[in-house]
């Protein structure tokens, strides 16, 4: 009581932190208000039974990871393999470096509430305190202006981190346009302009990935790129030098950053992944020899 | 000469591509198309609709692959007119809302179809994934009040029969991108259990056919060639049959291009073996 | 608590639209956090616009190189916007910019893709190895069957043309070899999307909020 007593006399936090604590107030005062005097006409169930196998499937796959990051957490050490294109960053980011050029980095065209995009700031942090650390500019053009947002929040984080932000520009994060083709226009058009000698593609792409990365290509970048999406992974593998293969992407985070718990949660997910496959090639058999039920527990 | 060939100009290639396109376009071939299976899918089932029936229409593309997708979304629009099934449209893309105009337009003088009867165009609805959420809890009158002329919807008597997705016999979606096929198979496919078919680009095609396997997906056109099998199917050749031509020189090129290239790589390493 | 806040944001909402998503009883507090969400991305639009502005207005006020482009950007930006407001979005020279204007830009921006996939696979596709020669040979039987051409070129080679070149494609390489590959990729990446977002949920993962 004293400490919120504290906050309300403006002694603990500055005046712009303040102002956010204050917006995430009122943001659980306004839910609070809204679920109260939700209208709920229609009587429901409290449990979707049709839905109960997906449900199981969550809880198993969440057990696996928690287990795995319970054991991160005690100290137990965990083997990631290598992922090439992950351990070029570094090398990307030094040839920038000798070069003097920039790097560009592209987060997709995806808007926040992507899990692809969320990744991708994430390896933007590691790479901003890189370029941060070696003083080299990094150019972040967004599809999406609340990435935009976000982005210059995690690049900002990344050179106080680096002990460097003087070197932070706001300016160099920019929003460029929400239109597919237009944003690629943009994009080619800085690295045909400023030449940067080392481009990042992590995120969600589509029919642009080839564009982007042939245009790079032409302009002696090192490349590396990485996306869930697989009808853009053929283009990319063509045109980069190195490619994060689906959920190559996700496992970025952890791989760079090697918190035990995020790597904890990278052997759940393998765990759960082998229980999914046993249970494909159970399916196929039984299928095999006709009996069908199966596929009924499986059902949504 | 290896290399030289090897590091050939790209512009080279370039201009060939240019001329396999342009030469085919303005002198065609007239090669015949055939119908694969997930397009006939599609033609089959929107036949047995019985007439009077309604049809969700998503125009979810933008003007960059408007050659692509619009021939299946005039195709679609014409058989569902010529079987005198009403259609409600809705774009999830900004920029769809003016070509479904266009597409209702042209189409709806020919069948002599009329606007708020017959069908009922919303236009741009923002949102994505989680506006089609909402369509199918809430319901089509409280999110959409107006039409893409922000005309209420009361006073169209088409919309006065629309609920939520439970009436519609099929869901439609010429899908370029995000938001399309894929959050159309995942709300109203699998969550509301409406039959779900589309049209999307080429390069995503590959992409669909799990959900096409799995029966999530009803039919899929795929790219131009799927619409030049539709365009085929209801008897009203258009762009994408024209485009065919263009579109097999351009493969074939390319086939050339990597044998070539294949060869070359060949000679040099046998070059390197000697 | 500047940090720990958005945390708690984050968990609270992502717990309640997974809980609701298996609950019909609370489904309400779903559509509260999309009607939310909704409300955010329409103010979104006014951050891009603001970002546009704030950069290229600065880049033409200090006569950076290339600021001629800056210039046609901010011309387009609000002209298309007045327009838009004085005369209508459906008719008049809005629309006449999106058909003649726009519309052709766009579609030269994607047309680009036909030239730059011959060059990509002028530079790259090469049958180094024996699953690279299979990739090859698959690509090549796909390229050409999905044209009309292909089933010309097909129907005269003797033995082969006693098969139908639609059914080897659509049944076996796509709706087979094709569909267990991607069957494999969507797997593989929505486990790793469920642990990303558990990840999240669960505060371990804050790469996006700049970190620790």
Known sequence: ?300 | MLNKLKNIDRRIIFIFIFLAVLIPLLKPINLPTQVSQPVQNIYDFVEKIPEGKIVLMSFDYGPSTKIEINPMALSLVRQCFRRNLRIVGICLWPEGANLSREVFNLLSKEYHKEYGKDYVNLGFKAGGEPTLVSLGKVGFKELCPQDIDNKPIKELPLMQEINKYDSFALVLTFSAGVPGIKEYIRVTASQYKIPVAGGCTAVSASEMYPFLASGQLLGLMGGLKGASEYEKLVGAPGDAIKGMDAQSVAHLLIVLLIIFTNLIYFLEKAKKKT | MKRQLPLYITFITGLAMLIQFYMPKIEFVGDIFQKWFAIIVVFAYILGAGSLILVNGQKILKASPGWGYNLVLIIGLFGMFFIGIFFGISKGPFNFLFNYVFTPLSATMFSLLAFFIASAAFRAFKAKTPEATLLLLTAFIVMIGRVPIGEVIWNHIPFLSQWSLNDLIERWIMGAFNTAGQRAILLGASIGLISVSLKILLGIERGYLGGE
């Open chain 1, 1 to 300: 009581m004293n400490k919120i007593k504290h906050y309300f006399r403006g002694g603990i936090v500055k005046r712009k932190v303040k102002f956010k604590i204050s917006f995430y107030f009122i943001f659980f005062y306004f839910l609070l208000i809204q679920i109260v005097f939700a209208e709920t006409p229609e009587i429901k169930p409290w449990l979707n039974l049709d839905k109960l196998n997906n449900l199981l499937g969550v809880i198993i796959l969440t057990l696996c990871i928690t287990w795995f990051i319970y054991h991160a957490k005690r100290g137990k050490e965990l083997y990631v393999r290598r992922i090439a294109g992950l351990s070029a960053v570094d090398e990307a980011v030094g040839r920038a470096t000798e070069m003097g050029k920039p790097v560009l980095y592209i987060t997709g065209l995806a808007d926040i509430d992507d899990i692809q995009t969320l990744t991708s700031l994430s390896i933007l942090g590691y790479i901003a305190q890189k370029t941060a650390e070696y003083e080299t500019s990094l150019l972040v053009p967004c599809c999406r202006s609340i990435v935009m947002s976000t982005a210059q929040e995690v690049v900002k984080e990344s050179h106080l981190k680096a002990a460097r932000p003087d070197t932070y520009r706001r300016d160099n994060i920019y929003y460029l346009s929400d239109d597919q083709f237009g944003f690629v226009a943009g994009v080619d058009g800085i690295m045909l302009r400023e030449k940067p000698a080392a481009n990042f593609y992590f995120g969600k792409f589509y029919a642009e990935s080839l564009i982007l990365a042939e245009t790079g290509h032409s302009t002696g970048a090192i490349q590396i790129a990485g996306t869930a999406e697989s009808t853009q992974l053929p283009f990319f593998v063509a045109a980069c030098d190195y490619t994060l293969l689906g959920e190559e992407l996700y496992a970025a985070s952890a791989y760079l950053s090697k918190n035990p718990l995020e790597v904890g949660s990278l052997k759940g997910q393998d765990v759960g992944k082998f229980i999914f496959l046993l249970a494909i090639i159970l399916g196929c058999i039984l299928v095999t020899f006709k009996y069908d039920w199966i596929i009924n527990l499986f059902k949504t």
